[in-house]
C-alpha cells in the first residue's frame, strides 16, 4: 500500500482486448519515421469552402449544444442525400440520428439492441470494434468466416449461423479491410434469408462513395425490405477527408431510432454543433461524394501498378481506400511481426490481416491506406520495392 492508499483493482469488462491495431501501427510508425500507409486517413487537406462553413457556423455562434438527434438541417440533407442516391426516404425527424462518428454509432446500436445472451452474426475478417462492442453488451459474437480468397459473403454459412437467439448481423460494404462491394444479388440473399427472422441489421457503409469499376454501391436503403430491419450507419469523416472531425449517422426506421436514441442520448448526448451547420451548407453540393470514387480510383490505379513493380502481391479492391497484399512470396513471417519489420527495416506502415480475425489467422497478407498524396505513396512504393 502506498502513501495514497490502495488502488482498487478492475475486473476488466474486455478481458481479451488490448489496444487497436490502429493505434499501435500508428504509433511505431511515427517512432521510426515510416510512411502510414497503416491507419485509414488521408494525408490531404479537405475541401477549403468546408472548413469556411464551419468557421462561419462558430462566427455565428453556433457553438451551444445542438438537438440531441443532431442539428436539423443537417439531418434535412442526410435525407435528400439518402433519397437521392438509394431511393428511400428517411424521416429526418424520426429516422436520422447524427452521431460522433460511425464507430459510436455502431456501438450504440449494439448497446440499445442486443440483450445478454443474444447472439450477433459477424463475418470476418471485420473491424475491430464490433467484437468489443457485442461482448459489452453481453451479447455473444458468432464468427462466420467471408468466402476464402474473394471475401464475399457465404449465405449457406451464414444460414448455418442463424438460431432462434440471433438478434443482430453486421454487413459492412464496401468492406474493410478487402475492399470487396456486396452486389445486388447479395442483398437480395440477404433479404430472402432474413424474411422470416427477428434479425436486425447494421450496414456500416462507411467507404460507400468509394467504388471503383464501375461497381454500383448497394446500400441497405436500395433494399426496402432490408430497409425496415436496418441500421444504416455513415461517416462524413471518410467521405469529407476529416476523419478526426468525428462525425457521421445512423438512418434507420422510426421504432428502431427511438431505441438507438435512448442510449445515444446518454452516451455522447448531442454532437459539435458548428461542424454539423457547416456540413449541412457543404452537402447541398453533391459534387464532393459524386467525384469521390473517380478521385480515388487514380489512387488506387496508381498504388496497385506500383505494387506489381514489388514483391508483394495486390488483391483485388473493388471499393474503400484499402488496398491488401499477399507478402507470402517474400517472407514466412506471422503478418504483425511482418508489419512491425516492414514499418521499422522498410519504413512503410501497414496493418496486419488477422487485426480483423478473433484469433489470428495467417494468411501471409496486409492491408494498405491508399488515401494519400501521389508523392507519399510513391515513397512509400521506392521504400516497397526494396522488399
Ligand atoms: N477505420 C480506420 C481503419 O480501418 C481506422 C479507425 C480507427 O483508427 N479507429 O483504418
Redesign the pocket.
Known amino acids: 500500500m502506498s502513501a495514497l492508499g490502495i488502488t482498487p483493482s478492475v475486473r476488466s469488462r474486455l478481458p481479451e482486448v488490448g489496444t487497436?491495431i490502429?493505434?499501435v501501427m500508428s504509433t511505431l510508425a511515427q517512432r521510426h519515421g515510416a510512411v502510414n500507409l497503416?491507419?485509414?486517413?488521408p494525408d490531404f487537406g479537405c475541401d477549403p469552402r468546408l472548413l469556411d462553413a464551419v468557421n462561419q457556423a462558430m462566427r455565428q455562434g453556433h457553438n451551444q449544444y445542438a438537438p440531441m438527434a443532431g442539428v436539423r438541417a443537417l439531418r434535412e440533407g442526410i435525407s435528400e442525400k439518402i433519397t437521392s442516391l438509394y431511393g428511400h426516404h428517411y424521416d429526418p425527424e424520426h429516422e436520422i440520428t447524427v452521431t460522433a462518428g460511425a464507430?459510436q454509432a455502431i456501438l450504440t446500436v449494439v448497446m440499445a439492441v442486443v440483450q445478454p445472451g443474444d447472439e450477433v452474426i459477424l463475418l470476418d475478417p471485420c473491424?475491430d470494434?464490433y467484437a468489443p462492442n457485442v461482448a459489452l453488451a453481453g451479447g455473444v459474437a458468432v464468427h462466420v468466416p467471408l468466402a476464402s480468397g474473394s471475401f464475399a459473403p457465404d449465405f449457406d454459412r451464414i444460414a448455418q449461423a442463424l438460431s432462434p437467439r440471433t438478434r443482430l448481423i453486421v454487413v459492412n460494404t464496401p468492406h474493410?479491410?478487402s475492399g470487396t462491394v456486396w452486389s445486388a444479388t447479395d442483398m437480395q440473399r440477404l433479404t430472402e434469408l432474413l424474411r422470416s427472422t427477428q434479425v436486425l441489421v447494421i450496414g456500416d457503409e462507411?467507404y460507400e462513395h468509394m467504388v471503383y469499376d464501375g461497381v454500383q454501391h448497394q446500400s441497405i436503403a436500395r433494399w426496402p425490405e432490408l430497409a425496415a430491419r436496418s441500421f444504416v450507419v455513415s461517416s462524413f469523416g471518410k467521405t469529407y477527408h476529416v476523419?478526426g472531425w468525428k462525425v457521421g449517422y445512423v438512418a434507420a426506421p422510426a421504432a428502431l431510432t427511438a431505441e438507438f436514441r435512448k442510449v445515444h442520448q446518454f452516451n455522447v448526448f448531442a454532437v459539435n454543433t458548428p461542424v454539423q451547420h457547416g456540413l449541412a451548407n457543404y452537402l447541398r453540393d453533391p459534387q464532393p461524394h459524386l467525384e469521390l470514387s473517380a478521385f480515388y480510383q487514380r489512387k488506387r490505379d496508381l498504388f496497385v501498378e506500383g505494387l506489381h513493380g514489388t514483391r508483394l502481391r495486390p488483391l483485388p479492391s473493388a471499393g474503400t481506400y484499402?488496398q491488401c497484399a499477399d507478402f507470402s512470396a517474400i517472407s514466412d513471417e506471422d503478418d504483425r511481426t511482418f508489419c512491425e519489420r516492414l514499418t521499422r527495416e522498410i519504413g512503410v506502415a501497414a496493418?496486419p490481416m488477422s487485426a480483423f480475425y478473433p484469433q489470428p489467422v495467417q494468411q501471409g497478407l496486409i492491408r494498405f491506406?491508399f488515401a494519400k498524396e501521389e508523392a507519399t505513396l510513391s515513397l512509400a512504393l521506392e521504400r516497397l520495392r526494396l522488399l
Open positions: 487497436t490502429f493505434s497503416g491507419q485509414g486517413f464507430t473491424f470494434s474493410n479491410p462507411v476523419t484499402f496493418i491506406c
